[in-house]
């Protein structure tokens, strides 16, 4: 089994902590767009969806196929773009079937969850444990 976040839809209350402490972490900033892991919700008339993206880290990844440079890696299971590698093209983010990969303005690399090397700061801090963290 490869290593993972998973997210219970369920008990989300749509706080984001999980995604200002992840771009907090990785960029400095507090910003939901820089986020590796993203929460929406969409209210409907008696109730609300949400939905979480997040790097499933697939075996194989379906991102590094689609990288021609290869700069998508894979150790110990946890998928990493190689930011010295990546062209900024886009190719990885088209290829993940789950949207868990994405291009921001003013960020070359595509930000995508990378288990914060296998200590998630997401799950520490969401309040209601709907986060957890799936290890090998």
Known sequence: MVP???VDTERCVCCHLCELVCSYRH???????R????????IFKDDVLVDARVCRHCDPPYC???CEYDAIVVN???VTILGDRCTGCGD???AC?????RKVPNVKVPIKCDLCGG???????CPTGAIRYVSA
């Open 76 to 78: 110990n299971g946890i």
């Open 97 to 101: 079937p789950y949207g868990a990969l």
């Open 64 to 66: 590094a196929r689609a």
């Open 35 to 42: 986020s590796g892991i993203r929460i929406t919700f969409t």
């Open 27 to 33: 960029f400095h900033s507090v910003s939901t767009s």
């Open 92 to 94: 990885c983010v088209k």
């Open 119 to 125: 200590d998630p700061e997401c799950v520490k801090v």
């Open 4 to 6: 993972r976040i998973e």
